[in-house]
């Protein structure tokens, strides 16, 4: 079984920084990406960026400029810098990873997610 826990959400003013980590433990599988999704008040949950096993990134246009995405293969942990936080940021952050079963097929894990307040 496979545990994403994520830490590093919190309440911020805008124009703030965070960095938000989730580490992957219990039976680890080689996964094809991880990232961060998040859900804003009445809406749906959404890419926020992601990277691949090989360290290519794809990062959401609203966010493009203001947050990176990074990983640690070797510690199964993947982190999202997100700078210039504006209000609308504001959302849980759930860490995702993905397995690829078969050329067809994958299977997504979640975390929790941790909640990020941009407020001033």
């Known amino acids: 079984q496979v545990q994403l826990v994520e830490s590093g959400g919190g309440l911020v003013q805008p124009g703030g920084s965070l960095r938000l980590s989730c580490t992957a433990s219990?039976?680890?599988?080689?996964?094809?990406?991880m990232g961060w999704y998040r859900q804003g008040p009445g809406k749906q949950r959404e890419l926020v960026a992601a990277i691949t096993s090989g360290g290519s990134t794809n990062i959401a246009d609203s966010v493009k400029g203001r947050f990176t995405i990074s990983g640690d293969n070797a510690k199964n942990t993947v982190y999202l810098q997100m700078n210039s936080l504006k209000p609308e940021d504001t959302a849980v952050y759930y860490c995702n990873a993905r397995r690829r079963i078969d050329a067809l097929s994958s299977f997504d894990y979640w975390g929790l997610g941790t909640q990020v307040t941009v407020s001033s």
């Open positions: 219990g039976i680890i599988f080689s996964f094809e990406n």
